[in-house]
Structure formats: structure tokens, C-alpha cells
């Protein structure tokens, strides 16, 4: 027998194997593509032909000795394996501890299912934006404070790369692509460079929506949104529309709800007013409307975006907007659900 074959076949017989990774290292060493077992059967060409016949009965007897030994404790491991697994009562109930889903969530989902009733369609956009979708296009002056560094976070390397900080951004990017009628909402985080108090965050979740079609009016922006905050928050919800300004809407406003948290007697979620600021709203501005592509002296719409967290605290009363962020899995448990 050749030295190295002997050599090789007393090293599979003194391998320890003692535990399945033992087992798998066996394997891999001497049964392996780049085992010194294959190595041999490459080397066979070498062989002068008047030896080849023995040489290969003899890697053959090697190879067979490795396999013998890795069959034998791959059965043994196994058998080890399934006597533990049958002492288990498969019988015995299970506990099951039912998921939670996150508040944001929750309230996102329960907003889209409103909106989908009207007619209202769902689209998504990047969170990594240009200047063109985040401000050009939606009327901010190259002088807006919106633009500063206080409220927009600049990607440094290139000043026309921003993180959005609104979802107008896929307005806009649908606007571009689409022809009215235009129905759809935008939802996604959002990024301000803002102090981190129990009110605001630098990380938020905004839904915006635009309706752009012919004869739109602010009536339809004031019912769609009466129709909204009665089915978010209850029958008895109020709203009220304060005049505001938005660069690309007009007439602008703000809409506020009764706050439900202090019944309006006030809290400091609603700065002791009895009403909680929501959304701003708006018709759009006629110049968004041609910068997009659509005709402004042919159709008209409404515009609106609204802050999920602000919603998620009035609808669970939750009085730090932080706890959003947090993973606590002592806040986050109570919001059980099936799915």
C-alpha cells in the first residue's frame, strides 16, 4: 500500500468524533472537494500505468473507511437525536403570546382604509429627495426659511440632496407622471432638523394627499375632511379651519379637531386650548400645477398633509411623542393584535 494511503487511513481511524461539529470537520477534511482524499484520485495520471490498478483499489478502500466511519456516527447522532425529541408531549397546549403592532402603525393603517373608501389611492416616493421635488416645484422662493439649515437636513456632499421634510415630494413625482383625475395619498417618515421634545421630533410619519380634477372647490377640501375626522376620531369630532399660508396652496389653512384627551378643558397636547392642531390644507397653488405639467386653467385640486404622531397621541392619549421611538416593550405590548 502506498505511504500516504496508509498514512491517511490510520488518521481516519483515530479521528475523535465526539459531537456533531466533530463530525461535520471529519467530513469535510477527508470527504471535501479539497480533501487530501480527492487530491489523491487527481494524482492517479501520475501513477505508472502498471500500478494504477492496485493505487486505485487502494484510494477506493481509503475513501470507503471515511465514509463507513462518517455513516456510522451520522446514524448514531441521529438515533441520539430522535430518542430526546420523543420524550416531548406534543399534546400539551402552547402558550401563545399574541404580537403587537406598532401605534404608527395602527393609526397609518386605519387612515388609509378611510381614504380608500372615497376613492383615494396610495403612493410611495423616496426619502432621499432633490431640491426640485422637495422645494422648486412646490412654489418655495430660493429665500424661504424652509430652506434653512435649521429645518432641512443637507446632504453635505451635495447641497441639492436633501432628506425630505414633507411628502409632498411624491405629490409632486405623481403630478409629473399622471393625468387628472389625481386622487392619492403619500405616506412615509420625514426629517427635520427640530429639538426633540414630549410635542416634535426630528423623525416623523406624515400622510399627504392631493385631489386634482375639473370644478375642484374648498368646499370638497372642507367635506372630505369633516368626512375624515368624524370617521378617525368619532360622530362627535369637530374641526375648524383657521386662514394660513403654505407656498403651494392657496387659500391655505390649518385644521384643528376638539381635543378628546382633556374633553377641551386643556392639557398640554392641546396648550390648554380645547383644540388640537391636525393638518394644514389648501388649494393648490395654480403655479404647482404648471410646473407639474397640468393644465391650472383647466383643472383645479386640494392639497393636505397631516403628522401621524400628532393623531396616534389623541387617538391612544399618549402625552410624550418620544415613546414612538423608544422600542419600550412595556408601551409597545399594549397594542395587541392578531396579525
Known amino acids: 500500500m502506498n505511504e500516504n494511503i496508509a498514512k491517511l487511513l490510520t488518521e481516519i481511524n483515530d479521528y475523535p468524533i465526539s459531537t456533531a461539529g466533530d463530525l461535520e470537520n471529519f467530513r469535510i477534511y ?7 482524499i480527492t487530491a489523491l484520485f487527481g494524482a492517479i495520471k501520475e501513477i505508472p500505468n502498471e500500478d494504477k490498478k492496485a493505487y486505485g483499489q487502494d484510494i477506493n478502500l481509503l475513501k470507503n473507511k471515511a465514509e463507513e466511519k462518517y455513516e456510522l456516527f451520522k446514524t448514531s447522532f441521529e438515533s441520539t437525536q430522535n430518542s430526546a425529541s420523543s420524550t416531548l408531549d406534543l399534546s400539551m397546549p402552547v402558550e401563545q403570546n399574541t ?31 432633490d431640491d426640485w421635488h422637495v422645494f422648486s416645484a412646490l412654489n418655495f422662493a430660493e429665500e424661504h426659511p424652509a430652506r434653512d439649515m435649521q429645518d432641512t437636513f443637507f446632504i453635505e456632499s451635495n447641497p441639492d440632496v ?39 421630533h426630528c423623525i416623523f410619519h406624515q400622510l399627504e394627499g392631493i385631489y386634482i380634477d375639473k370644478n375642484v372647490t374648498f368646499a370638497d377640501l372642507k367635506q372630505t375632511l369633516l368626512y375624515f375626522a368624524k370617521e378617525m376620531f368619532g360622530k362627535e369630532t369637530k ?20 381635543c378628546d384627551i382633556c374633553g377641551g378643558k386643556g392639557c398640554n397636547i392641546c396648550k390648554n386650548s380645547g383644540w388640537v392642531e391636525i393638518l394644514g390644507c389648501g388649494m393648490i397653488d395654480p403655479a404647482v400645477l404648471d410646473s407639474c405639467g397640468i393644465d391650472s386653467s383647466v383643472y383645479s385640486g386640494f392639497a393636505f398633509g397631516l403628522g401621524i404622531e400628532r393623531m396616534t397621541q389623541q387617538m391612544f392619549k399618549t402625552k410624550d411623542i418620544r415613546m414612538f421611538f423608544e422600542n419600550d416593550v412595556r408601551f409597545i405590548s399594549q397594542f395587541e393584535s392578531a396579525f
Open 30 to 36: 477527508f470527504l471535501g472537494k479539497k480533501g487530501p
Open 99 to 129: 404580537g403587537s403592532r406598532h401605534p404608527i402603525s395602527i393609526v397609518q393603517n386605519r387612515i388609509y382604509s378611510i381614504f380608500e373608501k372615497i376613492g383615494f389611492n396610495i403612493a410611495l416616493g423616496p426619502e432621499i429627495e
Open 162 to 200: 436633501v432628506l425630505r421634510t414633507h411628502t409632498s415630494s411624491i405629490q409632486v413625482r405623481v403630478m409629473e407622471t399622471t393625468k387628472p383625475p389625481i386622487r392619492v395619498i403619500c405616506p412615509g417618515r420625514v426629517f427635520r432638523n427640530e429639538a426633540i421634545t414630549a410635542r416634535a
Open 239 to 258: 374641526i375648524r379651519l383657521r386662514p394660513s399660508y403654505f407656498p403651494f396652496t392657496e387659500p391655505s389653512a390649518e385644521m384643528d379637531i376638539s
